[in-house]
Nanobody, 129 residues
Framework: EVQLVESGGDLAQAGGSLRLSCAAS????????IGWFRQAPGKEREGFSC????????YYADSVKGRFTISSDNAKNTAYLQMNSLKPEDTAVYYC??????????????????????WGQGTLVTVSS
């Protein structure tokens, strides 16, 4: 059974930085995409970034482009999200999700909520002003 565990959520001040991790276990494929999603209070969960294990290709939504950086360590089956220049509107529960035998694309991020089946439990990021 594939499992994802997020960590690194914390309280940060506006302008500060946090680094989230998403550790995957229970699968042997080296071909997958991991995406980051978030759900702010009172809002629907939205995707904003992903990375492909095969070629490291990435995608960022405009809301985080230039501030967040996704990376991965395939040997550890772990994806990371470096979040800089944090804003209060980044406050949310952050989730990672995985799909095998696919590449990271805008569709993966923008529509993944509707079909992705492997999710972590989430980690809370709170940004104070």
């Amino acid at each position: 059974e594939v499992q994802l565990v997020e960590s690194g959520g914390d309280l940060a001040q506006a302008g500060g930085s946090l680094r989230l991790s998403c550790a995957a276990s229970g699968f042997t494929s080296d071909d997958y995409a991991i995406g980051w999603f978030r759900q702010a209070p009172g809002k629907e969960r939205e995707g904003f970034s992903c990375i492909s294990s095969k070629d490291g290709s990435t995608y960022y939504a405009d809301s985080v482009k230039g501030r967040f950086t996704i990376s991965s360590d395939n040997a550890k089956n772990t994806a990371y999200l470096q979040m800089n220049s944090l804003k209060p509107e980044d406050t949310a529960v952050y989730y990672c999700a995985l799909d095998e035998n696919v590449y990271c694309t805008g569709s993966f991020v923008l529509h993944g909520n509707a079909y992705l089946e492997i999710w972590g439990q989430g980690t809370l990021v709170t940004v104070s002003s």
